[in-house]
């Protein structure tokens, strides 16, 4: 006789066999196999969070050089302060200078530690101006577009928010102008992982997002 089995109940059959054959220690695996996909999966995802956390820590280093501490903030935005505007005393900048250059080694390839201290030696520079005040520059909110992993270099796009608040007057007594900005920015940074699997940022490209800055 016969017996007439649904799919359901071959299915089931099928996956109890297999179950007692790997209880009995018949399942085949090879010495030396390659990672499971779930496992490379897994390893990629475990990549591509590092090169999100570098990028931003990246990101909200390089949108704040310059900035004067929170001490200086709080005292130009304090009562009276228009009766005591002050420039960014030369041993701040000093620390800025040393901080920034420390900060940007550890994001950031030599080579475009090179190019970025340029970009840092005129943000500490117009701290000592004393018709413009920084009231502070940072990054507010990341949103990724893309991340790609492969091997040991990586791409990352986002838009970044980037807030700031400066005050300018033309002439030493002249009134000042309190410009709030907000901008939101396209950046694509591409990647690569030293020996010590910790990721660098090797190059970037930035440009407006239609609709903010000039």
């Given amino acids: 006789m016969k017996l007439k089995l649904s799919r359901a109940a071959y299915v089931r059959c099928a996956v109890t066999a297999i179950a ?14 390659p990672p499971s996909t779930s496992s490379a999966l897994r390893a990629k995802a475990a990549q591509a969070a590092q090169v999100k956390a570098v990028f931003i820590e990246a990101e909200t280093t390089y949108y704040s050089l310059g900035s004067p501490p929170q001490s200086y903030i709080r005292a130009m935005t304090s009562p009276g302060w228009a009766r005591r505007p002050q420039v960014v005393a030369a041993s701040v900048r000093a620390e800025l200078l040393d901080s920034g250059k420390k900060a940007l080694a550890r994001y950031f390839t030599p080579s475009l530690v090179q190019r970025d201290l340029t970009a840092l030696d005129n943000a500490v ?14 990054v507010t909110n990341v949103k990724f577009i893309r991340v790609k992993v492969t091997g040991a270099i990586a791409t990352a796009e986002a838009h970044v928010t980037v807030r700031g608040v400066t005050r300018i007057r033309q002439t030493n007594t002249g009134p000042w102008l309190t410009t709030p900005g907000m901008n939101i920015v396209d950046d694509i940074l591409t990647l690569v992982r030293e020996p010590s699997g910790r990721w660098l940022v090797n190059s970037y490209y930035s440009n407006l997002v239609p609709g903010y800055g000039p």
């Fill in 20 to 33: 007692a054959l790997a209880a009995a220690g018949c399942g085949v695996k090879a010495s030396g196999s």
């Fill in 125 to 138: 520079h117009q701290d000592a101006n004393p018709n413009v005040m920084n009231l502070g520059v940072g």
